[in-house]
């Protein structure tokens, strides 16, 4: 079985801080997908990232990047300066590619809020 | 533009009182599923399809029933609501196998609420 865990519930920090989100992951498939949403007040899902098993190098995408490890399944996603429209639930997710496991596991959410 | 779209995006409603969400995706996608979003609980799957004609369950299927009798289409029905199917539900699309197999589409929610 898939299993996505985000351990940090809530987050709040100051403008311009930096912080990072946690995610580690179990799965048996030799080859999988690990995402990062974030889900802002609106409600919708907006992809940030997809990484897949083969590709450990880190990502940087302006002030967002992303650190995979596979050794210890972790998946760790950190915003440098962060800003008031950072705020919102950020989900981890895992899609495998053994038959049945095509699905998204997602993880339980960390609802990040920035304070002005 | 490649979408996936959801109907209604908003429904109240009452215990018992049979509902259908549709969605409906114009990608060319085997595979659709369905999921529901509670506080505390992330997205659970309830339903997928692999291609027409061919479901199955999720992790949370009781209470909900779908049908793929075309590709683009991948409606929920619930045909006795209760109030614990009060949830945020996305539906979901994506390739089957190949280089792209990974890509995920969402529809952009369908917030229902059962008295």
């Known amino acids: 079985a898939q299993k996505v865990t985000q351990a940090q519930t809530e987050i709040s920090v100051v403008e311009k801080e930096d912080v990072t989100l946690d995610c580690v992951y179990e799965t048996r498939d030799t080859t999988y997908y690990l995402f990062w949403y974030k889900q802002p007040p609106s409600g919708e899902l907006v992809f940030l990232i997809r990484r897949n098993s083969f590709d450990e190098q880190n990502e940087i995408s302006g002030r967002y990047s992303w650190n995979f490890q596979k050794s210890t399944s972790s998946f760790n996603f950190t915003i440098t300066a962060s800003q008031v429209v950072d705020s919102a639930v950020y989900f981890c997710a895992l899609r495998g590619t053994n038959f049945g496991n095509e699905k998204l596991t997602f993880g339980t959410g960390t609802r990040l809020t920035i304070i002005p | 533009e490649a979408q996936v779209t959801q109907n209604p995006r908003y429904l109240i409603t009452v215990t018992g009182k049979k509902l259908t969400v549709t969605c409906s995706q114009n990608?060319?996608?085997?595979?659709m599923s369905w999921y529901r979003q509670d506080p505390g609980l992330g997205l659970r799957q309830i339903y997928y399809?692999?291609?027409?004609?061919?479901?199955d369950k999720g992790d949370v299927p009781e209470g909900y029933k779908v049908s793929r009798k075309e590709k683009r289409n991948f409606p929920l029905i619930l045909e006795s609501p209760s109030p614990n199917q009060t949830s945020l539900y996305f539906c979901?699309?994506?390739?089957?196998?190949?280089?792209?197999?990974?890509?995920?589409?969402f529809g952009p929610g369908t917030r229902l609420t059962v008295t």
């Open positions: 979901a699309s994506s390739p089957r196998g190949g280089f792209n197999s990974y890509e995920q589409y």
């Open positions: 399809s692999m291609n027409v004609e061919v479901t």
């Open positions: 990608m060319n996608h085997e595979y």
